[in-house]
C-alpha cells in the first residue's frame, strides 16, 4: 500500500476511534477500530514512525486523554504497546514524565505516561476490557 494512503487510512481510523470516545460509547465499542489499527500497523510497517510521531504529539499536550481531534487515545495508546512492545513508546513515556512531572514517576501516577508500563506486561490488567482477550 502507498505510504501516503496508509497514512491517511490510520487517520481515518484513529478518527473514528476518537469520535466513538468522545460521543461517550468506551472502548467497548472502539475496540474494532482499535483492532482495525492493530493490524494495519502490522501489516504497514512503515507506519511505525508516524504512529510514534502522532504519539509524541499526544504526549505533548498537557491532557494527552482529552479526545481532542489530532490526538491519539491513550486506550489506543496502551493497546499498541501491550501488542507491540516498542521500546519507542516507553522512551515516549519517560519523556514526558522527565518533561511534565519534573522526572518525578510518583508525580505522574493515573498519567498515561505512568500507565503504560504495565501495557508492556504479559498479564495486562487492561486485557480485560478487550473481548479480542476473551476468545
Given at each position: 500500500?502507498?505510504?501516503?494512503?496508509?497514512?491517511?487510512?490510520?487517520?481515518?481510523?484513529?478518527?473514528?476511534?476518537?469520535?466513538?470516545?468522545?460521543?461517550?460509547?468506551?472502548?467497548?465499542?472502539?475496540?474494532?477500530?482499535?483492532?482495525?489499527i492493530?493490524?494495519?500497523?502490522?501489516?504497514?510497517?512503515?507506519?511505525?514512525?508516524?504512529?510514534?510521531?502522532?504519539?509524541?504529539?499526544?504526549?505533548?499536550?498537557s491532557?494527552?486523554?482529552?479526545?481532542?481531534?489530532?490526538?491519539?487515545?491513550?486506550?489506543?495508546?496502551?493497546?499498541?504497546?501491550?501488542?507491540?512492545?516498542?521500546?519507542?513508546?516507553?522512551?515516549?513515556?519517560?519523556?514526558?514524565?522527565?518533561?511534565?512531572?519534573?522526572?518525578?514517576?510518583?508525580?505522574?501516577?493515573?498519567?498515561?505516561?505512568?500507565?503504560?508500563?504495565?501495557?508492556?506486561k504479559?498479564?495486562?490488567?487492561?486485557?480485560?476490557?478487550?473481548?479480542?482477550?476473551?476468545?
Open positions: 500500500m502507498d505510504a501516503n494512503f496508509s497514512q491517511k487510512l490510520l487517520d481515518v481510523l484513529i478518527e473514528n476511534a476518537l469520535r466513538i470516545l468522545a460521543a461517550g460509547f468506551g472502548v467497548n465499542w472502539a475496540e474494532s477500530s482499535f483492532f482495525d492493530v493490524r494495519l500497523l502490522k501489516k504497514e510497517e512503515v507506519l511505525k514512525e508516524y504512529f510514534l510521531e502522532r504519539v509524541r504529539t499526544t504526549f505533548a499536550m491532557s494527552p486523554g482529552s479526545l481532542d481531534p489530532g490526538t491519539v487515545p491513550t486506550e489506543l495508546i496502551e493497546l499498541v504497546a501491550h501488542e507491540f512492545r516498542w521500546p519507542e513508546l516507553q522512551v515516549l513515556a519517560q519523556q514526558r514524565i522527565n518533561t511534565v512531572f519534573g522526572g518525578d514517576a510518583m508525580l505522574a501516577i493515573g498519567d498515561v505516561a505512568h500507565r503504560l508500563q504495565e501495557a508492556y504479559d498479564d495486562w490488567q487492561d486485557r480485560e476490557f478487550y473481548e479480542h482477550y476473551r476468545n
